[in-house]
Nanobody, 114 residues
Framework: VQLVESGGGLVQAGGSLRLSCAAS????????MGWYRQAAGKQRELVAT???????NYADSVKGRFTISGDSANNLVYLQMNSLKPEDTAVYYC?????????WGQGTQVTVSS
């Protein structure tokens, strides 16, 4: 199974970005897909997850600003990020739990300038 992310980039504070992630190589649907991020010098942290049934979970720091959505039939997940802040700057990693096995993407850089 391979996870391919897209949509990162450079944006000014207050702007928006949309991240996409596609999991290929499995005929099984994901149990959970989500996004994690790792800022320079910090540990990787959860941003948001969505289950195959549509249940979502968000880090407190992004609630009200980020929206995660998933398409379990096609193993796709999206992260709409609005009102971005400089502290959102990080490498964002896509994660998928398929058949109780964790898969990770290579990461996409999101940089928010002040």
């Amino acid at each position: 199974v391979q996870l391919v992310e897209s949509g990162g980039g450079l944006v000014q504070a207050g702007g928006s970005l949309r991240l996409s992630c596609a999991a290929s190589g499995s005929i099984l649907r994901f149990n959970t897909m989500g996004w994690y991020r790792q800022a320079a010098g910090k540990q990787r942290e959860l941003v948001a997850t969505v289950t195959r049934f549509g249940t979502t979970n968000y880090a407190d720091s992004v609630k009200g600003r980020f929206t995660i959505s998933g398409d379990s039939a096609n193993n796709l997940v999206y992260l709409q990020m609005n009102s971005l802040k400089p502290e959102d700057t990080a490498v964002y990693y896509c994660n998928a739990d398929i058949a109780s096995i964790d898969y990770w993407g290579q990461g996409t850089q999101v940089t928010v300038s002040s």
